[in-house]
């Protein structure tokens, strides 16, 4: 049973450049998060889907920032005009449950984005 | 604002000895709070988690304990390999789903 996949590994960017990071989550989870994090520091919270649904996206930076999670294929965190300080590591995790404080998520080894 | 605080920020501990990581929250909504471990390069990894309702879980040399009034939760790593040298992460959620992280401990376990 695959994990968590995410495509590419490592990215790298111009600034003014879109990224396109890729997720598909385990076999049988319909839920995806997508987390960040910088150098040094914790993952932070960006945005929560199910399929073809925006849960919450209250850690998503207004501008420049979307996601999606299509009835078919991966879920796309997509940054449009990326700056140096969208350098980050960025995660995707998934889960099977709702509603319940057993809600364990399962992450890739993120998509590492690099903005010359 | 951060709702999740973590310490250490790193910690180093000879093997065989005991490793704690201490957590603290302010969210009384947070009802469950599990930890992770991270390896360079690799995504985290759920370690052992725990709800408020018990003071304490133990799942092999991993221990939580958790004070509900104190509001702050802690790992233990009992006998320390150093194998168990990577980054832990405290996190809580509220049941809408998203967690919330601490900071991280860099952990380095001596042989």
């Known amino acids: 049973n695959a994990g968590v996949m995410q495509n590419p590994r490592h990215l790298v960017r111009r600034r003014g450049q879109e990224a396109r990071l890729r997720c598909s989550p385990m076999?049988?989870?319909?839920?995806v998060y997508w987390y960040r994090q910088l150098p040094e520091e914790g993952l932070k919270f960006m945005v929560y889907l199910q399929k073809e649904n925006i849960i919450d996206e209250s850690g998503m930076p207004k501008e420049r920032f979307s996601a999606e999670f299509p009835k078919e294929g991966p879920s796309i965190l997509r940054i449009q005009q990326v700056v140096r300080g969208d350098s980050a590591a960025y995660f995707c995790?998934?889960?099977?449950?709702?509603?319940?404080?057993?809600?364990?998520?399962?992450f890739g080894p993120g998509t590492r984005l690099t903005v010359l | 604002q951060q709702q999740v605080k973590q310490s250490p920020q790193s910690l180093i501990v000879q093997k065989g000895g005991i490793s704690i990581i201490n957590c603290a929250y302010e969210?009384?909504?947070?009802?469950?709070f599990p930890w992770y471990q991270q390896f360079p390069g690799k995504g985290p990894a759920l370690l052992i988690a725990?709800?408020?309702?018990?003071s304490e879980k133990k799942e092999g040399r991993f221990t939580i304990s958790f004070n509900k009034s104190a509001k702050q939760f802690s790992l233990h790593i009992m006998d320390s390999q150093p194998g168990d040298s990577a980054t832990y992460f405290c996190a809580a959620e509220t049941g809408a789903n998203n967690l919330f992280f601490g900071t991280g401990t860099r952990l380095t376990v001596i042989p």
């Open positions: 969210n009384t909504a947070f009802d469950y």
């Open positions: 725990i709800r408020p309702d018990v």
């Open positions: 995790a998934s889960s099977s449950l709702t509603g319940s404080s057993y809600n364990e998520q399962f």
């Open positions: 076999k049988g989870h319909s839920h």
